[in-house]
């Protein structure tokens, strides 16, 4: 099954590190920032700020998760 392909983030720099996120963080990322343009109605830049935050933040507890005994 081929994974969906998303538009990348306008800025360069967050696409590049958008993309080297493995499936799951990257839909993630991609859910984030839709909703936070549409529902929270931020511009598509804001948006994917605040989602590549709130990424940031799932890896940390996805990361600490699996290092619990």
Known sequence: MNAPKY?????????IKVDALDDDAQ???????????????????E?????WKDTLRYLEQRNSA???P
């Open 27 to 45: 839909e993630f990322y991609q859910e984030r920032a839709g909703i936070r343009q549409f529902d929270g109605r931020l511009s598509r830049p």
């Open 7 to 15: 538009t990348p983030p306008l800025d360069p720099n967050l696409a």
């Open 47 to 51: 948006a994917e700020a605040a989602a």
């Open 66 to 68: 699996g290092n619990q």
